[in-house]
């Protein structure tokens, strides 16, 4: 598990609430910053790579736990 900046729980969510949540955060971190992201919305396996590939962060790592998806995003 990468260390990180920010946590950011979308947990019960669904799209596209938890890619906009994680778009507004990503905004405010500073280069370098990580946010690890929580999820249960299984479109938040394609959506936050979308997202992300827009944004030209990088997803570090992605792992399944529990019944959530966790990524681990470093910001660009």
């Given amino acids: 598990m990468p260390t990180f900046d920010k946590e950011l729980d979308t947990s019960g ?3 596209p609430m938890p890619v906009m949540k994680c778009k507004k955060m ?3 971190l ?3 910053q990580v946010l690890h992201l929580l999820a249960t919305d299984i479109g938040t396996k ?3 790579p ?3 590939n827009k944004t030209g962060d990088q997803i ?3 792992s399944e736990a529990d019944g959530k998806i966790h990524f681990y995003i470093k910001k660009g």
């Fill in 13 to 15: 969510l669904s799209c």
């Fill in 26 to 28: 990503l905004q405010s």
């Fill in 30 to 32: 500073a280069a370098g």
């Fill in 46 to 48: 394609s959506d936050i």
């Fill in 50 to 52: 979308a997202l992300v």
């Fill in 60 to 62: 570090m790592e992605t």
